[in-house]
């Protein structure tokens, strides 16, 4: 049984770790390792993932299947006028196709629905194997884009959107 629940402060050192063990795995088959610690550092600073909860509004949901967390989604209402932006959606690697990012992913769109939000933008790195679960969840790339994040590394990305109206 999968069950959702939406994060406190006091989950950050979970969100963390889950990112740890979900975030290395998703990225070193294409990305150096230092780029990877770069990012995840930079990304998972519990005073960045505080900052992204309590000041910039992100909503954390954490799924955890049968009382255990394995993955977890951040996502961001009225990131830009009527749409919403979903910042992370990671799920431990040996526990990815059992539906926990699919009822991530519809539960950021259904909450972003209610909101009045049209539709929902996410960025996703163009050899990311998650490119072909969006596009089956619906989302098509709105555009190709490359993100200086700082010390000569960059985020080649595709930013993907889906309608929600």
Excluded: W
């Excluded at 679960?133 to 994040?149: A, L, P």
Aim: glycine content about 6%; hydrophobic content about 35%.
């Amino acid at each position: 049984m999968i069950d959702l629940t939406t994060a406190t402060s006091k989950d950050i050192p979970l969100i963390k770790q889950l990112g740890q063990q979900a975030f290395y795995p998703t990225y070193l088959p294409f990305t150096s390792e230092q780029q990877v610690d770069y990012m995840f550092h930079k990304m998972y600073d519990e005073s960045t993932l505080m900052e992204q909860m309590n000041v910039r509004g992100d909503v954390f949901l954490i799924a955890s299947e049968n009382g255990m967390p394995k993955g977890f989604a951040s996502y961001q209402i009225d990131a830009s006028p009527l749409q919403t932006k979903l910042h992370k959606l990671y799920i431990l690697p040996n526990t990815q196709t059992k539906g926990l990012g699919k009822c991530l992913l519809q539960a950021a769109e259904n909450n972003a629905r209610i909101a009045g939000q049209e539709s929902l933008l996410i960025n996703v790195n163009r050899y990311n194997k998650a490119v072909d679960f969006y596009k089956h969840m619906g989302y098509s790339i709105y555009r190709v884009d490359d993100i200086d994040i700082g010390k000569g590394y960059f985020m080649n990305d595709y930013e993907m959107i889906k309608s929600l109206t």
